[in-house]
């Protein structure tokens, strides 16, 4: 016997997303800028610490 112990549950604490059919090949663009307009601030601010980041690691290097 293994000594894990694993969970025979279902995937109920996900929150329930809508699925994308799989012969849907296109991408909803609107729907897209929607999220990413929402999401603004997260961008910004992972753009500006990899922009630091390149920075810091440009001044250091020879």
């Keep these: 016997m ?3 112990n694993i969970k025979q549950g279902s995937d ?3 929150p329930d997303y809508p699925l994308a059919s799989p012969s849907n090949n296109e ?3 609107l729907n897209l ?3 990413l307009w929402r999401a603004k ?3 910004m601010a992972v ?3 990899f922009a630091c980041a ?3 690691i440009s001044f250091i290097l020879p």
């Design 12 to 14: 109920a604490h996900f």
């Design 47 to 49: 753009v500006f610490a």
């Design 33 to 35: 800028i929607s999220v």
């Design 54 to 56: 390149g920075l810091l």
């Design 2 to 4: 293994s000594s894990l």
């Design 41 to 43: 601030k997260t961008v």
């Design 27 to 29: 991408i909803d663009l």
